[in-house]
């Protein structure tokens, strides 16, 4: 599933999901294939792994969520998304305390 979210394949991520693969399962640094479609603004996927009841505040072992990554790489598309969905702006507490994404936020229109 992570390689499948991270490439952008919508329709394997549907066959695995279809196959009861777990939307939220953890990578090495405990990204969820959430995490892994924000890094190249897969959106398709990203709607897929949301509406497939993905977990929207989930903490990579740095404590990222998906939405710091969005923000991170400037997909701002991505973070209105996340947003849409609930996606916490204060969420993660990472190595070194609270991670605020609010300073990390892309322009957005208005």
């Known amino acids: 599933m992570h390689v499948a ?4 394949h919508a329709a394997i991520a549907q066959a ?4 009861h693969a777990q939307v939220n399962a953890r990578g090495l640094r ?3 294939p959430l995490h892994m479609a924000m890094y190249d603004a897969h959106r398709e996927l990203a709607e897929l792994l ?3 009841q993905a977990e929207v505040n989930a903490q990579s072992a740095a404590g990222e969520t998906p939405l710091h990554v ?3 790489k400037g997909h701002s598309e991505l973070v ?3 947003l849409s969905h609930s996606a916490e702006v204060n969420a993660g507490t990472g190595r070194t305390g609270p991670r605020s994404i609010s300073p990390r936020l ?3 229109p208005t």
């Open 5 to 8: 979210a991270l490439e952008g």
């Open 16 to 19: 695995l999901l279809d196959s």
């Open 30 to 32: 405990e990204e969820t």
């Open 50 to 52: 949301l509406a497939s």
């Open 70 to 72: 969005a923000a991170r």
């Open 80 to 82: 209105e998304l996340l």
């Open 106 to 108: 892309p322009d957005m």
